[in-house]
């Protein structure tokens, strides 16, 4: 019985340490390549937000949120002369079956925004996917947050603030403009205080 | 085992007569939830292929020392290490892909077609042997996920292998072939069919 046992464990200890330095050597050799590509992901993200920018820098802000303190990339982009065009960031947040993940643009006057880049969403094909077509990011070019982004259906908006949802897929609509009115107002509000020191980093 | 069976047959049962799909009804999970393009069918296929076949050569490899009584979470830990090896593998060489199939990568660990080709078959069958099942099963599973993705990704989009080949001018997306009913529809539909001709052909099987 006790040879049995010990059987046993030999043979799970040994299965599992083979099967883990595979894992560990492929985990090493890939690591940089993973890294590389979310970069790269990151990058052409940012630049589509930001038209016209030629280079961009990083600040990692530590934001009060729901859940305690969080920490948040803020991208501040700069145009071919060196002038500032605006800041971009991730905005994220419960869609209609799952999380909708967005890259924003937003201009130096903390009002407007310089568009809009879907980077993860799960909408229904064909009605809230249509999230990710240009007719209705366009409609962010420009747009401005104050007080809020709104939505109207079925005809074309009015006001500055305002985007015509998808029909269809009101919810995912709604869900959009909540997600990036919410977090562009921490986002603002934290680049408000904190304007002095962020200018002072270039 | 008793009465050899030919090498060829070997690995031609498991592209129809046991694939695992359509005869045997295993690995749905994975052929339901992401045959929504032809890609993704073949993606899949292709990643739960190198899994089937990396741990029937381990099982068969190490078959005579695996104790009786600890034989499944030996099996899984080999499969899970492989599986790990596939996602770790598509998010760094094509981590669009890896985008769209999304959980379903990991979840291969509990596809039971691999487990069941490791327990039933590798367990007790030469290395050479245990490679040739494991290919006709791999490839038969793919084939499977690549017709039921083309078919969705025709009906559902009107373009195949992600070429758009039908205008919207000219014709209406099928929406639902590309959401979860069209899995059930055209699965359901295709296991039917095959079973029909396989029945009318006077059913070996």
């Known amino acids: 019985m ?3 046992t010990a059987g046993m464990l030999i043979v799970l200890t040994v ?19 993973i890294e590389a590509n979310r970069l790269a992901e990151e990058k052409r993200a940012i630049f589509e937000v930001l038209p016209g920018a030629a280079r961009y820098e990083t600040i990692e ?14 991208f501040r982009g700069f ?20 999380i909708i993940k967005m890259m924003v643009g937003l201009q130096p006057d903390y009002l407007k925004l310089h568009g809009m880049q879907v980077l993860e969403q ?14 209705f990011r366009d409609q962010f070019k420009g747009l401005e947050l104050h007080p809020k982004i709104d939505y109207v259906k079925n005809k074309k908006p009015e006001k500055p603030n305002e985007i015509q949802s998808i029909a269809g897929a009101t919810i995912t609509s709604k869900a959009v403009a909540d997600i990036i ?4 107002r921490r986002i603002i509000a934290y680049l408000k205080a904190h304007e002095g020191e962020v200018a002072e980093a270039e | 085992m008793a009465g050899k069976t030919s090498l060829g047959r070997e690995f031609t049962k498991g592209l129809w007569d046991e694939n695992a799909v359509i005869k045997q009804l295993l690995g749905l999970c994975p052929a339901l939830a992401v045959s929504n393009s032809a890609v993704n069918g073949l993606a899949m296929g292709l990643a739960t292929y190198f899994v089937v076949l990396s741990a029937s050569i ?13 034989r499944i979470p030996v099996k899984i830990i080999i499969i899970a290490g492989f599986v790990t090896v596939v996602d770790i593998f598509l998010k760094a060489m094509f981590p669009a892909l890896s985008k769209s199939l999304g959980p379903y990568i990991p979840l291969i660990v509990v596809n039971c077609l691999i487990l069941g080709r490791a327990e039933s078959f590798a367990s007790h069958h030469s290395v050479g042997r245990s490679i040739i099942d494991a290919s006709g099963t791999g490839i038969g599973f793919t084939w499977v996920l690549v017709v039921l993705g083309a078919v969705r990704e025709i009906l559902g989009t009107g373009s195949i292998f992600g070429f758009q080949f039908l205008t919207e001018a000219t014709f209406t997306p099928w929406i639902v072939m590309i959401l979860p009913g069209g899995a059930f529809l055209s699965l359901g539909l295709m296991i039917g069919i095959i079973n029909y001709v396989s029945a009318r052909r006077g059913g070996q099987a």
């Open chain 1, 2 to 4: 006790k040879e049995k």
């Open chain 1, 15 to 33: 299965v599992a340490t083979i099967i883990g330095g595979v894992l560990a050597t492929v985990y090493k050799t890939a690591a940089p390549r």
């Open chain 1, 61 to 74: 802000a530590v934001i009060p949120g729901d859940k305690g303190d969080e920490t948040v990339k803020i």
């Open chain 1, 79 to 98: 145009d071919d002369t060196g002038q500032f065009i605006g800041y971009a960031y991730t905005t994220a947040g419960p869609g209609f079956q799952a």
């Open chain 1, 122 to 135: 799960l909408e229904t094909p064909g009605l809230g996917n249509k999230i990710l077509y240009d007719d």
């Open chain 1, 181 to 184: 009115t919410e977090d562009s």
């Open chain 2, 58 to 70: 381990f099982v068969s490899l190490i078959k005579s020392v695996i104790p009786k009584d600890v």
